[in-house]
C-alpha cells in the first residue's frame, strides 16, 4: 500500500525559508563540507569571541571527546535578551498565560526581560553563586521559571531544572547528584486548578540532600509555606536590595549550560550535559528550519520547562531567534478540552508545539471543542516526544488545522538537544507518522544487532554516525558512563535507543524503544527506576516492570510484583504499591496495571525474561516463544491465568 502523502502546500513552497530542492542543498553541503558549513551556521551567534574551529570529535574510544566551535566566546543569555533590545526592546518577549482563564495574562517586552533576568541574577550572585556552580530550579509554569534559567545563563552558573511533578525523593536524588548549594522554588505552582506544594515538596527534599544550602522561594501563589531560618529567602525580600543591571559573563563555547536528569535503561536517571556554544546554535537553528519562524509570529510549545522540550522550544531556540514565545501555566484539558484553542485564538498564535499524548486526549472528548474556536490564526502544527499514530496525525491535520497546516513532527531526545528528524514545512512532503528527513549535518544509518549497516527501504536500530553541535557533552561526574551508555553498542557511532524504519523515499519512521526505557504520555521512563521503587516497599520482594500498549498515553507501565512470603496480595496492597511508586518517583510514574506473581520468569542463570512479560502485558500471549529455557516453564501459566486487563 502506498503511503499517504500530503505535498507541501505551494504558498510554503513559495515563501519558506527553504523548498525542496534547498533543502537538499544544505543537508548535502553540511555532510560534504562540515567544517566550513558550520562556521557560516555559526554566524546566527553574537559572539564575544568568534570561532575559527566548528567540530573537533571522535567517537573512538581510544580518542573519545566531543567539541564545537571550542575557540570561541559567548554569553547565551545575551544571546536570548540583550541582542534584541537595539531592534525590537519593545517587542513581546514572553507571553505568559496563567493556569486560570479568567485571570489576565502577562506579557515581557525583551527590555522587561532584561530587568527581570538581570536582577534574577544578581539575586543568584547575592545568595553566593558563581560561575560554574549548579542551581536547581523547581518551578512551576510561571515567568520566573524563564528568569531563573536565563539568570544562570547570564552568569554562567549551571541550571538543572526539575520537573514540578517529581518527588521530594526524585528532587532530593538530583540535587545531590550534581551537588547543588542552591534550589530555586515557589511556595506552590498550579495546574488544572489544584496546587502542587512545591516549597513543602524541596523541604523534605531537603533532609536527604545534604548539599542543600540556600532555598530561594519564589511567591506564587501566597500559599502558607514555612520558612526555615538562614536556609529559606523569599526572592521578593532578595530582589528588592539588588541593581537592575548585570554584566554578562564571558563563556567558553564548550562551558556547561545545563544539566537535565533523564531515565536510562540502567540505574539512576543521567545529568546530561549541554554546552553553551553547540547547543544554542543547534536550538536555534532547528526552530527557525522546523517552523520557519517569523518576526511577529507568535510560536507557542506547550511543554513544560522541566523537559528538554521546554528547555530548547520555549526558551532558547525561540529567544535566540527574537521571538515571541507563549508559556502556559496549566494543562491542556482544563477547564476542559477547548483550553488549547482558546489560548491559541486569545494571544493569535501562529504555531503550536505539544505531544502526541495530549491530542490522543483531546480527541477522545470530540471534535466539538475544538469546533467552538476560530484557530484562524494557526499556520503550523508541530509534535514530539513520542510516535505519532497516523489518526492522531489525521486529526491534528485536518480537525486542528482544517487542512491547511503542515504538521511537523520532530524525532529527538533530551541527549540530541533539539530536533534531529522532522521536517521543514516549506520543503518536505509528509507523511503521517513519520519524522520524515534529517536535519543538517544529521547522518542517520539503521543497523542490525550485530552493527552491521543495512542499506535501502529496512528496519533497525538507529544510530547517528557523525556528531553535531547540539549533542550532549557528558554525563554530571561520569563521563565512563556516557561513552558506555551511547557509544558502546555500535563502536564508533552514537547509539540513539531507538528503533526506526527507512522507506523506499528515504523517510523515516521512528518504532519506538529498543532498550528498557518506555515513553509514558512523552515522558521518558527507566522500567529500572520504577522497580527499584516497588522493591523498596516493605512487603515487596521482587519487581518487574515493563510498557504496555495504551491508547492515551502511548504507553502504560505495567508492574509484576512477587511479595514477600506471607503477605496477602489483595487490591488494598494493590492500591498502596501504586501511591508508593507516586511518591518515590512522582505521579508521572504511576504504574497502569500491577500484577502480583508468585514467581518471574526466568532463566537458569536467574535474568528474567522480559520479553516474555512483555508479550503478557501486551494481551499478546499465544507467541509467547521458547518458554523452554526457563528455570520453572510453569510460572508463565500463572502470569498469563492473572493477567491484569
Ligand atoms: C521518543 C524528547 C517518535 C524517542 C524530545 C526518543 C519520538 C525519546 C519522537 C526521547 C518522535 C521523541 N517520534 N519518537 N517525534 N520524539 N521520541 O529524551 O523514543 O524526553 O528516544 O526527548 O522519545 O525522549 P526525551
Known amino acids: 500500500m502506498p503511503d499517504e502523502l500530503y505535498p507541501?502546500?505551494?504558498?510554503?513552497?513559495?515563501?519558506?525559508?527553504?523548498?525542496?530542492?534547498?533543502?537538499?542543498?544544505?543537508?548535502?553541503?553540511?555532510?560534504?563540507?562540515?567544517?566550513?558549513?558550520?562556521?557560516?551556521q555559526a554566524k546566527r551567534i553574537d559572539w564575544i569571541k568568534r570561532p575559527e574551529i566548528a567540530g573537533d570529535w571522535s567517537f573512538d574510544e581510544a580518542d573519545f571527546h566531543i567539541e564545537w566551535f571550542a575557540d570561541g566566546k559567548l554569553n547565551v543569555a545575551a544571546n536570548c535578551i540583550d541582542r534584541h533590545l537595539a531592534g525590537r526592546g519593545d517587542q513581546v518577549a514572553i507571553i505568559w498565560e496563567p493556569d486560570d482563564p479568567s485571570e489576565d495574562a502577562r506579557r515581557f517586552t525583551y527590555r522587561e526581560l532584561h530587568a527581570e533576568v538581570c536582577r534574577f541574577a544578581n539575586v543568584l550572585k547575592s545568595q553566593g553563586v558563581k560561575r560554574g556552580d549548579r542551581v536547581t530550579i523547581y518551578l512551576p509554569m510561571i515567568p520566573e521559571a524563564a528568569f531563573a534559567v536565563l539568570a544562570c545563563a547570564r552568569i554562567g552558573a549551571i541550571h538543572s531544572v526539575v520537573f514540578g511533578g517529581f518527588s521530594p525523593e526524585?528532587?532530593?536524588?538530583?540535587?545531590?547528584d550534581c551537588d547543588s548549594a542552591v534550589v530555586v522554588t515557589a511556595d506552590e505552582g498550579r495546574r488544572g486548578g489544584k496546587r502542587v506544594p512545591l516549597k513543602a515538596n524541596v523541604d523534605a527534599a531537603a533532609d536527604r540532600a545534604p548539599a542543600l544550602k540556600t532555598v530561594i522561594v519564589v511567591k506564587?501563589?501566597?500559599?502558607?509555606?514555612?520558612?526555615?531560618n538562614g536556609r529559606d529567602v523569599w526572592y521578593h525580600d532578595a530582589a528588592a536590595g539588588v541593581a537592575a543591571d548585570c554584566p554578562v559573563e564571558a563563556m567558553n563555547a564548550e562551558d556547561p549550560l545545563f544539566i537535565l536528569y533523564t531515565s536510562g535503561s540502567t540505574g539512576k536517571p543521567k545529568g546530561v550535559l549541554h554546552s553553551s556554544g553547540g547547543y544554542l546554535l543547534w536550538a536555534s537553528l532547528t526552530h527557525e528550519l522546523c517552523f520557519d519562524y517569523r518576526p511577529g509570529d507568535v510560536w507557542w510549545c506547550a511543554a513544560d520547562i522541566g523537559w528538554v522540550t521546554g528547555h530548547s522550544y520555549i526558551l532558547y531556540g525561540p529567544l535566540a531567534n527574537g521571538a515571541t514565545t507563549l508559556m502556559y501555566e496549566g494543562l491542556p484539558n482544563w477547564p476542559d478540552a477547548s483550553r488549547i484553542w482558546q489560548v491559541v485564538d486569545r494571544h493569535r498564535v501562529h504555531t503550536v508545539?505539544?505531544?502526541?499524548?495530549?491530542?490522543?486526549?483531546?480527541?477522545?472528548?470530540?471534535?466539538?471543542?475544538?469546533?467552538?474556536?476560530?484557530?484562524?490564526?494557526?499556520?503550523?502544527?508541530?509534535?514530539?516526544?513520542?510516535?505519532?499514530?497516523?489518526?492522531?496525525?489525521?486529526?491534528?491535520?485536518?480537525?486542528v488545522g482544517e487542512g491547511r497546516c503542515p504538521i511537523i513532527d520532530t524525532w529527538w531526545q533530551t541527549e540530541t538537544g533539539g530536533a534531529m528528524i522532522a521536517p521543514l514545512p516549506g520543503a518536505t512532503d509528509l507523511k503521517p507518522g513519520s519524522a520524515t528527513k534529517p536535519m543538517p549535518g544529521v547522518d542517520p544509518q539503521l543497523v542490525d544487532e550485530k552493527g552491521t549497516v543495512l542499506h535501502g527501504?529496512?528496519?533497525?536500530?538507529?544510530?547517528?554516525?557523525?556528531?553535531?553541535?547540539?549533542?550532549?557533552?557528558?554525563?554530571?561526574?561520569?563521563?565512563?558512563?556516557?561513552?558506555?551508555?551511547?557509544?558502546?553498542?555500535?563502536?564508533?557511532n552514537y547509539f540513539t535507543g531507538d528503533g526506526a524504519r527507512r522507506d523506499e523515499d528515504g523517510y523515516w519512521w521512528i518504532t519506538g524503544r529498543v532498550d528498557d526505557v518506555i515513553n509514558v504520555s512523552g515522558h521518558r521512563m527507566g522500567t529500572a527506576e520504577v522497580?527499584?521503587?516497588?522493591?523498596?516497599?516493605?512487603?515487596?520482594?521482587?519487581?518487574?516492570?515493563?510498557?504496555?500498549?495504551?491508547?492515551?498515553?502511548?504507553?502504560?507501565?505495567?508492574?509484576?510484583?512477587?511479595?514477600?512470603?506471607?503477605?496477602?496480595?489483595?487490591?488494598?496492597?494493590?492500591?498502596?504499591?501504586?501511591?508508593?511508586?507516586r511518591s518515590e518517583i512522582g505521579p508521572i510514574a504511576t504504574p497502569d496495571a500491577v500484577q502480583f506473581a508468585p514467581g518471574l520468569p526466568k532463566t537458569r542463570s536467574g535474568k528474567i525474561m522480559r520479553r516474555i512479560l512483555r508479550k503478557i502485558a501486551e494481551g499478546d500471549v499465544?507467541?509467547?516463544?521458547?518458554?523452554?529455557?526457563?528455570?520453572?516453564?510453569?510460572?508463565?501459566?500463572d502470569l498469563v491465568a492473572n493477567r491484569v486487563g
Open 220 to 228: 506564587a501563589t501566597g500559599g502558607e509555606v514555612a520558612m526555615q
Open 531 to 581: 522497580e527499584s521503587a516497588l522493591v523498596l516497599h516493605p512487603m515487596v520482594a521482587e519487581a518487574a516492570v515493563v510498557g504496555m500498549p495504551h491508547e492515551v498515553k502511548g504507553q502504560g507501565i505495567y508492574a509484576y510484583v512477587t511479595l514477600n512470603a506471607g503477605v496477602t496480595a489483595d487490591d488494598a496492597l494493590r492500591a498502596e504499591l501504586v501511591k508508593w511508586v
Open 457 to 492: 527501504a529496512t528496519e533497525g536500530n538507529l544510530i547517528i554516525t557523525r556528531s553535531w553541535p547540539g549533542q550532549m557533552r557528558t554525563v554530571w561526574g561520569d563521563h565512563a558512563r556516557f561513552f558506555q551508555t551511547y557509544f558502546t553498542t555500535y563502536p564508533g
Open 353 to 399: 508545539f505539544t505531544a502526541p499524548t495530549a491530542l490522543r486526549a483531546l480527541m477522545k472528548d470530540g471534535d466539538a471543542f475544538v469546533a467552538r474556536t476560530s484557530r484562524k490564526s494557526l499556520k503550523l502544527l508541530g509534535t514530539v516526544g513520542e510516535p505519532i499514530n497516523p489518526e492522531a496525525w489525521r486529526w491534528y491535520h485536518e480537525v
Open 622 to 637: 499465544s507467541s509467547l516463544g521458547d518458554t523452554s529455557t526457563l528455570a520453572d516453564p510453569a510460572v508463565v501459566d
Open 170 to 176: 526524585a528532587l532530593a536524588g538530583r540535587i545531590t
Open 8 to 40: 507541501v502546500p505551494a504558498e510554503w513552497a513559495r515563501s519558506a525559508r527553504y523548498d525542496a530542492a534547498g533543502y537538499e542543498k544544505l543537508y548535502g553541503r553540511s555532510l560534504a563540507d562540515p567544517g566550513s558549513f558550520w562556521l557560516e
